[in-house]
């Protein structure tokens, strides 16, 4: 959901360019119209004094105006052309967007998710693996307590020592989720790359690359975190370190994206 | 060459999550001082036995059978998946 007194801004790599927005991830660009420049122009002011620009530059009524300028915006977030900085504190946006999801509840729909797209510094492998990292970190929080919350519903009945198990799951799968996009990033070195989440989905958008260094970016990351899970399993099991081998689970389930069911996987099968 | 990958991709994938799995499903069982044995009828896919102090852990040829049939579910998608694409290239509406 995007309010009144949010702003946009062009997105890390975007630019206006006489007349074209330019993708410098993407290496496209595409021509804009009067009432496009008008919108982008104003980026970093609140859209609700933007819309009332538009309606009175193009005459328009102040709800056609309003509509138009939304859809602009939604479209190139959903492209991630530009991010949505949002206004307000957390508790607020959380509190008006599950009164939104209330609204929507009847029609089974959830609120759109908004798209954010971060820089990524694909120069080097180190800086690759370091840019996206710091990019990723704040998602790589979030679901490492989420899965740490969810493990310990179960792992408690197991005492003290399954609370333990809860945070180490939890350590592991945010940690597994910062390797992964981390290793797409090294494996793009040299590549114009950013971070881009939507909702629940972390992905790296990048430049046009052959076809074998495609797939080898797809395989090599879920491969390689599922390798350095499989080799915690190991040492733990021979070792007899039980944490270790919990550590090493939730990581060794990113070898199921080498298959159809996630996106690497598909682009790794060729579809 | 697609299909083979697809059956190895998804062969790899399965083999290393079932060995994740029994291994942590060993280590429960250690932990636990307690025999356990998983197998697809008689193939064994893993087994933990405690004899006086000593426990043995054993992984069997059930972790490749679940491989192999990982490949060859991941095979069966795929071209699902690409058939399912190809048919709605040929759609008009």
Redesign the interface.
Known sequence: MIGARDTITLAPGVSVRAGRLEDRVRSESWPLNASAVFVLERAGRPLGETVSAFAKAFQLPFERAREDVLRFVWELNGLALVNVERSGSRIRRVREWLALAARLAPAGAVPAAVTRRRALDTRSTGRALVSCLVAVSSRVAAVAGIAAALTAQVAVAAGPSGLGAALVVGASTGLGLGLHEAAHAALLHGVPSALVTRGRRTSVLHAAVPPTRRMIVA?GAP?GV?LI??LA??T??FA?L?LL??A??PL??H???????GGD??V???? | MRSLRAFLLGALATGLVAYAAAAALAVAAQAGERSLDLSLGPVVVMSVTERADTTTTTFGPGLLLLAVAGGLVNLALAALIRRRAERQVHRVD
Do not use: F, K, M, N
């Open positions: 395989v491969l599922a899970g499989i399993v190991g733990g099991s007899a039980p081998v919990v090493g689970c060794t389930a070898a199921l994206a080498l298959t159809v069911v996987g598909r790794a099968c060729g579809l």
